[in-house]
């Protein structure tokens, strides 16, 4: 039972990056899917989240109207589509199956590294 994110890389301002949560060992779509940074020196934050009610999805005021949370089930995976990327959006991005930052009992993926540099 894990979740894999992927998809980070270098872009520059005003680019764009997908990233992706593969699940597996469970149905994605039973569970609430959170998207959370941490950038250097900080701390972790919530970027958005889905619930698994087909409610609406929360963002963070940081990236309303930029970011883009979505799913597939038949893929099993959840995705985050950044655009307008900025500098503030560096940071090691984590998908987990809450949408509390601090949940360790919950189901994170292991980080993917979005740098915004030009």
């Known amino acids: 039972v894990q979740l894999q994110a992927s998809g980070g890389g270098l872009v520059q301002p005003g680019g764009s990056l997908r990233l992706s949560c593969v699940a597996s060992?469970?149905?994605?779509?039973?569970?609430?899917i959170g998207w959370f940074r941490q950038a250097a020196g900080k701390e972790r934050e919530a970027v958005s989240c889905m619930s698994n009610m087909r409610t609406s999805t929360y963002y963070a005021d940081s990236v309303k109207g930029r970011f883009t949370a979505s799913r597939d089930s038949d893929k099993n995976t959840a995705y985050l589509q950044m655009n307008s990327l900025k500098p503030d959006d560096t940071a090691v991005y984590y998908c987990?199956?809450?949408?509390?930052?601090?949940?360790?009992?919950?189901?994170w993926g292991q980080g993917t590294l979005v740098t915004v540099s030009s």
């Open positions: 060992g469970f149905r994605i779509n039973t569970y609430a």
């Open positions: 987990a199956t809450t949408c509390e930052v601090d949940a360790p009992h919950d189901i």
